[in-house]
């Protein structure tokens, strides 16, 4: 069984930092992309970094300059480092993860069940 797990959320001040760390665990043959969305109060979820398995990496343009994307493949792990942290930044945030997993010989997507994020002024 393919889990993917966040820890490191909170509460933090405008301008403060957070590093949120995903790992994926089970039976995993390969990971392709792994990446995070976050999901505000009334908003839909929307993708806030990418990265792909040679190191790629897409932002969304509110987090460009702030947030970084660092992955441990070694680890099967991805992480968010948010800097500048602002009120709007505030939400639930998701690993999101391609891969491949034992029990398949194609590649799907998995969720992590999301780790709150609250940014007060």
């Known amino acids: 069984q393919v889990q993917l797990v966040e820890s490191g959320g909170g509460s933090v001040q405008a301008g403060g930092s957070l590093i949120l760390s995903c790992a994926a665990s089970?039976?995993?043959?390969?990971?392709?992309?792994m990446a995070w969305y976050r999901q505000a109060p009334g908003n839909p979820r929307e993708l806030v970094a990418r990265?792909?398995?040679?190191?790629?990496?897409n932002y969304e343009d509110s987090v460009n300059g702030r947030f970084t994307i660092p992955r441990d493949n070694a680890k099967n792990m991805v992480y968010l480092q948010m800097n500048s942290l602002k009120p709007e930044d505030t939400a639930i945030y998701y690993c999101?993860?391609?891969?491949?997993?034992?029990?398949?010989?194609?590649?799907?997507?998995?969720w992590g069940r999301g780790a709150q994020v609250t940014v007060s002024s």
């Open positions: 990265i792909a398995t040679g190191g790629s990496t």
């Open positions: 999101n993860s391609f891969l491949r997993p034992r029990s398949a010989d194609y590649y799907t997507v998995y």
């Open positions: 089970g039976s995993i043959v390969s990971i392709n992309r």
